[in-house]
């Protein structure tokens, strides 16, 4: 996440990799139906810094081939995201992307106070893809951006 005095230069970049099992299925269809939720929690008890709902959109969304959707709005009319990729894989790879930028997105009070938790929520299945942010694994964590990257 970075925080630019110029609010329309903020950006926001998540990305889970490597993930369990995950079915085409399991992501539900967020062309027609299924809304997204991107959270962001610190400190302990955790308390929310963000949080942006992606819609179900039919021309914002598209199906990836039987693995996935990917999601693409160039002026970042939901909550400042731009793109999302759901990657589903009969492996441990699966892999869930969210970006966005712009004066669009919500301002978040950094520095912020590890742990350090985001998840993206399917609004049909109640499927949670995230993850937890930790001491040396927050790298950067300042007034203009907040860097973190687990193994």
Same mark, same amino acid.
Request: some cysteine; glycine content about 8%.
């Given at each position: 996440?970075?925080?630019?005095?110029?609010? =329309?230069?903020?950006?926001?970049?998540?990305?889970?990799?490597?993930g369990a099992?995950?079915?085409?299925?399991?992501?539900a269809d967020?062309?027609?139906?299924?809304?997204?939720?991107?959270?962001?929690? !610190?400190?302990?008890?955790?308390?929310?810094?963000?949080?942006?709902?992606?819609?179900?959109?039919?021309?914002?969304?598209?199906?990836?081939?039987?693995?996935?959707?990917?999601?693409?709005?160039?002026?970042?009319?939901?909550?400042?995201?731009?793109?999302?990729?759901?990657?589903?894989?009969?492996?441990?790879?699966?892999?869930?992307?969210? !970006? =966005?930028?712009?004066?669009?997105?919500?301002?978040?009070?950094?520095? #912020?106070?590890?742990p350090v938790? #985001?998840?993206?929520?399917?609004?049909?299945?109640?499927?949670?893809?995230?993850?937890?942010?930790?001491?040396?694994? #927050?790298?950067?964590?300042?007034?203009?951006?907040?860097?973190?990257?687990?193994?």
């Amino acid at each position: 996440m970075k925080d630019d005095a110029n609010d =329309g230069k903020d950006k926001l970049v998540w990305k889970w990799t490597q993930g369990a099992p995950t079915t085409q299925a399991e992501f539900a269809d967020p062309k027609s139906a299924t809304d997204y939720v991107l959270c962001a929690y !610190a400190r302990t008890p955790p308390g929310q810094l963000a949080t942006l709902v992606i819609p179900a959109d039919a021309i914002k969304w598209r199906t990836v081939d039987t693995t996935g959707f990917k999601y693409k709005d160039p002026s970042a009319t939901a909550a400042g995201i731009t793109t999302v990729q759901l990657t589903g894989s009969t492996q441990n790879k699966s892999k869930v992307q969210v !970006a =966005g930028n712009g004066a669009a997105l919500p301002t978040i009070p950094l520095p #912020v106070t590890a742990p350090v938790t #985001v998840q993206l929520f399917n609004a049909t299945t109640g499927l949670c893809w995230g993850a937890t942010f930790q001491g040396s694994q #927050v790298l950067k964590n300042d007034t203009g951006q907040l860097k973190a990257k687990a193994p």
